[in-house]
């Protein structure tokens, strides 16, 4: 039977929206890069009025809604602009470090979370979010919009089908041949502060791309190494011309792993910030009917633009099939905002629930106790 292309060609990322009959008070909980697209983004929603924002930096918040023509409070403490200020909902943007502490006290006084990724830096953070998040009765969404793209939701759509059979083999990764992230803040690279360096950075939507195609299957065992071999070196540094930053450098410039799944499946990811090839791989999925071949990008944080390959057997013979490429779904991070406000309005669940990136928490944590460690580490998560 031949392969009939239109079950792989629709666009899913319509969705009708919900609006607000008043206007949803949004808080920001640091200003600093991210914020800025949130802001952007919050900016353009009829029903959303950001009302204030708090960053730990004296004046920051300050230049920050000055610089986005935003009347807001501005505050140096989240927790006071929390306790003070009637807020429907806030977005966590605060480095990697205190996202859990964040995101925890908001959902203690009664706030939905948009949370930026990586949900945390270990394993025990994410699941303390998750055990206040349920107690609180309040959602949190993390900040994976790549979710939202047409041709990732393809991805999903090619190994649900059943087209591939059986999934049980899975590359993924991607990185940058020079691409530490220091050009506009040097936040990136301080364990103080980052806590996770490519991993957190890039990694992290690397995995959520094929887990979410996969339904999110439970990861069982890791056995993982993470290295800074570039990143203490100034000539990492000489296109940005910061050589200094080789002594502030105290994370992770690349890792690999070997994650076992349940299902029976094998999870083999490797990232990096700087390498000296232009890609460690397409990302590709073995079934035992087929396999999936998704071109590799740097980062996998919006969509690709080539199409992905289908190898599979045609009465007996091997035959490779072209899925076409959809455009790019434009304005994914507005996608993301929306769809975490929608959910606010209608006490719906949150898009990207703290229920499927556990596991991408628990899979990162798994990568950097096997690499301190020297040995396969098993993964396990408590009932939350």
Not at 51 to 62: F, R, S, T
Not at 196 to 205: H, R, S, T
Not at 326 to 338: G, S, V
Not at 340 to 362: C, H, M, R
Request: glycine content about 8%; some cysteine.
């Amino acid at each position: 039977m031949a392969l009939d292309l239109n079950n792989f060609s629709t666009d899913m990322t319509s969705k009708e929206e919900v609006r607000s009959d008043k206007k949803l008070r949004i808080g920001l909980i640091g200003t600093g890069g991210i914020a800025n697209s949130h802001i952007q983004s919050y900016k353009k929603q009829s029903d959303v009025e950001v009302v204030a924002g708090a960053d730990l930096i004296p004046g920051k918040a300050e230049k920050f809604f000055k610089d986005h023509g935003v009347d807001a409070k501005a505050f140096t403490d989240y927790k006071e602009m929390i306790d003070t200020m009637d807020l429907d909902a806030v977005s966590v943007c605060t480095y990697n470090r205190t996202h859990k502490e964040c995101t925890v006290y908001a959902l203690e006084h009664g706030l939905p979370v948009l949370l930026e990724k990586p949900m945390s830096v270990t394993l025990d953070e994410a699941v303390e979010i998750c055990k206040a998040e349920k107690k609180s009765g309040k959602i949190v969404s993390v900040g994976f919009q790549p979710r939202f793209d047409a041709n990732m939701q393809m991805i999903k759509k090619i190994v649900q089908s059943g087209e591939l059979g059986k999934v049980y083999y899975v590359q993924t990764g991607g990185g940058r041949r020079h691409g530490i992230p220091v050009s506009w803040s040097e936040t990136f690279i301080e364990n103080d502060k980052a806590g996770l360096g490519a991993v957190g950075d890039i990694g992290c939507y690397s995995i959520d791309l094929v887990m979410n195609a996969l339904g999110n299957p439970k990861p069982i065992t890791v056995t993982g190494r993470a290295t800074d071999y570039f990143g203490k070196t100034p000539e990492a540094y000489s296109e940005v011309g910061k050589p200094e930053c080789a002594k502030k450098f105290s994370v992770d410039d690349f890792a690999s792993a070997y994650i076992r799944l349940e299902g029976d499946i094998i999870l083999d990811f490797r990232i990096a910030w700087y390498m000296h090839v232009d890609t460690p791989g397409d990302t590709i999925i073995f079934g035992t009917k087929g396999a999936l071949r998704i071109p590799s990008t740097d980062c996998w944080n919006g969509s690709f633009d080539k199409p992905m390959t289908l190898y599979h057997d045609v009465a007996g013979k091997p035959v490779e099939t072209v899925i076409p490429l959809l455009p790019a779904t434009p304005n994914l991070f507005d996608l993301k905002i929306r769809s975490f406000l929608d959910a606010v309005i209608t006490n719906g669940k949150a898009p990207v629930p703290t229920s499927e990136i556990i596991y991408n928490q628990a899979i990162i944590d798994g990568i950097f106790r096997s690499s301190e460690l020297g040995r396969e580490v098993e993964i396990e998560i408590p009932e939350i």
